[in-house]
């Protein structure tokens, strides 16, 4: 892969962040309404069902916080190889990413087989609810290693800059999840009605179809990128990189499920509404944030490849166009939440205490969304600057450091209807020190890039 003939050298920077983002950002829009999908057909069958799993919801957090910090040091890798021109670097880093992701799906099998037991009964003494969460959170870990393999995949082709082949494998497991869901929840044509447990099974079975599909197009780019594990060998430096750059985001995902799992417990003393509102909320606002974390899919290449070949001009222009689009995103979503909370709860069949405090509490969530907005958008920059601790440390700090602390001295003193301010006040603190690491790196490292544009202009 030439530098001079790659496009994200050489497409005007607006039409490359479009071309490489958009795929990306219907995936993970598409993600999101299947996310709603599953638990709107599980609101239908039972509320216990979605209390239950609300609670499985921080368990599932720690599988995207796998998946996605190996996928992020993967995807920054591969592609910063690329515009080094380091082919057989960005070759290894692939393979060596897939070895990583078995590895680390032995854990999460332990988990499901070992610990599930053990954490549902903490938050709730329903018999229901806690019958439904052991057997959705055991299913979802146990078969969890067509997530794992299918993101690391689209992490490899996303490397390279192919965004839409990693966004029908995406599709595919989004799609069949919202076809299974009602059939093997309430047992249509001829299915067991499965309840809770038919959700999780359609969800397995979305990812396995997608892992499928992406051995497939993995496999049709063997002239291009020939990966063999056959023929792996392990290079300590290649592992270091990827878990070096990848482990901020897996910390980052692994902080938000601690954060969900301490906010359970501070609103377990307000009954399983609270912890009810609290799980549909974060099903909705992945509508706001989904698309952005499609959006840095599409960024993080541009960037990597664009500081691999230091071209300064290039980088800059990505990074001032996606925070612009995240921006413009957000305020949308804030707008929709403010003017239609009844409507949106009403996906839920949500009714009584769980309508009134769930109006109020989308309310003051969606304020932080724009706010959210920059620190997400600034995201890639660290990464692709082997900076991507700032972004753990950000996330840490807002999550542990501020929003817990601040939700269960706001809720004790003021209420369930007043303690969500907690979130926007968190993401303002986090948000501006985020932007003054970000003034700091720009200064030590980006300014100082002997900016090639000329070199590899058409």
């Not at 197009?217 to 592992?239: Q, V, W």
């Not at 809720?411 to 007043?418: N, S």
Request: charged fraction near 10%; hydrophobic fraction near 55%.
């Amino acid at each position: 892969m030439n530098t001079k003939s790659n496009k994200m050298a050489t497409m005007p920077i607006p039409k490359l962040v479009l071309n490489m983002s958009l795929p990306a950002i219907l995936a993970m829009t598409v993600q999101a309404l299947y996310n709603i999908v599953d638990s709107y057909f599980v609101a239908k069958d039972t509320l216990s069902g979605l209390t239950a799993v609300s609670l499985a919801f921080p368990i599932q957090m720690i599988i995207v916080a796998l998946s996605v910090g190996i996928g992020v040091g993967i995807n920054s890798c591969v592609s910063r190889n690329l515009g080094a021109h380091n082919e057989e670097d960005a070759i290894n880093t692939a393979e060596h990413g897939l070895v990583l992701t078995m590895c680390l799906y032995l854990i999460l099998l332990l988990l499901g087989l070992f610990a599930v037991d053990l954490y549902i009964p903490l938050f709730t003494s329903d018999p229901a609810v806690i019958t439904s969460g052991i057997a959705y959170t055991k299913i979802v870990l146990i078969f969890s290693f067509s997530q794992m393999l299918a993101q690391s995949i689209i992490s490899i082709l996303q490397g390279t800059g192919d965004m839409v082949s990693s966004m029908y494998v995406q599709l595919t497991g989004a799609i069949a999840n919202c076809i299974l869901d009602p059939i093997m929840i309430f047992g249509l044509f001829g299915c067991p009605a499965l309840h809770v447990a038919g959700a999780a099974y359609a969800t397995v079975i979305g990812q396995f179809l997608s892992l499928l599909l992406a051995l497939f197009l993995l496999y049709r780019k063997r002239d291009k990128l020939p990966i063999s594990l056959r023929t792996f060998k392990f290079r300590p430096s290649i592992l270091t990189n990827i878990i070096r750059i990848g482990l901020p985001s897996a910390v980052m995902q692994a902080v938000g499920s601690v954060m969900v799992t301490g906010m359970n417990l501070i609103l377990s003393q307000f009954g399983d509404a609270a912890i009810t509102v609290m799980g549909i909320y974060f099903k909705l606002q992945s509508f706001a944030f989904m698309p952005l974390f499609g959006m840095n899919q599409g960024v993080l290449p541009i960037l990597s490849f664009n500081y691999g070949a230091q071209i300064k001009s290039r980088f800059m222009q990505a990074r001032r166009f996606a925070t612009n689009l995240a921006l413009g995103y957000t305020l949308i979503a804030l707008a929709v939440f403010q003017l239609f909370p009844e409507q949106l709860m009403a996906i839920f069949s949500a009714e009584g205490e769980i309508m009134a405090l769930g109006i109020v509490s989308l309310r003051i969530l969606s304020l932080a969304f724009p706010i959210a907005a920059i620190s997400i958008s600034l995201s890639p920059v660290f990464q692709s600057l082997e900076r991507a601790s700032i972004t753990m440390i950000t996330s840490i700090l807002r999550q542990l450091g501020l929003l817990l602390p601040l939700s269960w001295l706001l809720f004790k003193l003021f209420g369930a209807y007043v303690g969500w301010l907690a979130f926007p006040i968190a993401e303002l603190i986090a948000t501006i020190y985020n932007i003054v690491m970000y003034r700091k790196v720009k200064v030590e490292i980006i300014d100082r890039m002997p900016d090639m544009a000329e070199e590899v202009a058409v």
